[in-house]
């Protein structure tokens, strides 16, 4: 399985509201990654985890809360977002140096 | 700091060769990826060089100068698939997570 899969694919929700994108791989990667894409350009680094724990935050607002449960698991929890934080949400996982594999990612709109 | 440099746009016709290229200045290096980004997709692997030289993967090639801060990708015989952004990204030196740091990306337009 050398897949990475992200729920949902398409998000729209209210600044009031909270809701979760969640990602999943099965390649034992330890390493794994949140990325912000707008338009047109480069996918942002939010946040690394590294065996569960996180190593970078790349000073993200608090309105974005990463959380690893597990090895293959990754959500980042959302609440009080505002209308240009809509982006499409990457992930991503990596065996230390290795290529990153990026999931199909999430295109969120906040109204 | 980091600072990747790509043309924005490039156009070029069915197969024809093309060759994209990257200039970077890193604090440090540990390797440069080619990724390939479909419009509303996730960026798939292309390639991955940290020695200087060329790496050929079918109709895609990859070369790297470290000494000058430089890589291109290649692609021949395009077909209109190959209508992508294509991202360079540098891996940074002591990092042991893999942390990547992209170009702005160059959007390739083939046309029949």
């Known amino acids: 399985d050398t897949e990475v899969t992200q729920t949902p694919k398409h998000l729209v929700m209210g600044m009031t509201n909270k809701k979760s994108l969640k990602c999943e791989q099965h390649m034992g990667h330890r390493a794994m990654y949140w990325y912000k894409q707008k338009a047109k350009k480069p996918p942002e680094l939010m946040f690394v985890y590294s065996y569960e724990k996180l190593s970078i935050n790349e000073s993200v607002p608090s309105r974005f809360s990463p959380e690893c449960p597990n090895s293959s698991l990754l959500n980042l929890h959302l609440h009080a977002l505002q209308p240009e934080d809509s982006a499409l949400y990457l992930c991503?996982?990596?065996?230390?140096?290795?290529?990153?594999?990026f999931g199909p990612g999430t295109r969120l709109t906040v109204l | 700091g980091q600072n990747i440099d790509q043309p924005t746009e490039m156009t070029a016709t069915e197969g024809a060769i093309v060759q994209i290229n990257c200039t970077y200045q890193?604090?440090?290096?540990?390797?440069l990826f080619w990724y390939q980004q479909h419009a509303g997709e996730a960026p798939t692997f292309l390639s991955y060089n940290v020695l200087d030289g060329l790496e050929e993967k079918g109709r895609f090639s990859s070369f790297l100068s470290r000494s000058k801060g430089y890589s291109y990708l290649l692609l021949k015989e395009l077909q209109m698939k190959d209508s992508a952004s294509y991202l360079c990204?540098?891996?940074?030196?002591?990092?042991?997570?893999?942390?990547?740091?992209f170009g702005r990306g160059t959007q390739l337009t083939v046309w029949p």
């Open positions: 890193t604090s440090g290096f540990n390797g």
């Open positions: 991503a996982s990596s065996q230390g140096l290795h290529e990153q594999f």
């Open positions: 990204a540098v891996a940074d030196r002591g990092s042991t997570l893999g942390r990547l740091y």
